[in-house]
């Protein structure tokens, strides 16, 4: 069994300086959300990505890194 983690932040832009407030920056938000999943992960790989592009992240505004531990 392996633990996933799967970082999901704000694209740039999409933060305090981009919205119009000049004053800020390196302004971040993000997210961690983590999971355990069944043996041969390197077979689930696009399972993974697209468990991050339908649920857990909003690929509009956000990006997402995955590791797998």
């Given at each position: 069994?392996?633990?996933?983690?799967?970082?999901?932040?704000?694209?740039?832009?999409?933060?305090?300086?981009?919205l119009g407030?000049?004053?800020v920056s390196n302004a971040r938000v993000g997210k961690l959300i983590e999971f355990d999943l069944g043996d041969s992960v390197e077979d689930k790989a696009g399972e993974i990505k697209?468990?991050?592009e339908t649920l857990l992240a909003n690929?509009?505004?956000e990006s997402y890194r995955i590791e797998v531990a």
């Amino acid at each position: 069994m392996a633990r996933v983690k799967v970082h999901v932040f704000l694209k740039p832009g999409v933060a305090l300086h981009g919205l119009g407030w000049a004053d800020v920056s390196n302004a971040r938000v993000g997210k961690l959300i983590e999971f355990d999943l069944g043996d041969s992960v390197e077979d689930k790989a696009g399972e993974i990505k697209r468990m991050c592009e339908t649920l857990l992240a909003n690929t509009v505004i956000e990006s997402y890194r995955i590791e797998v531990a």
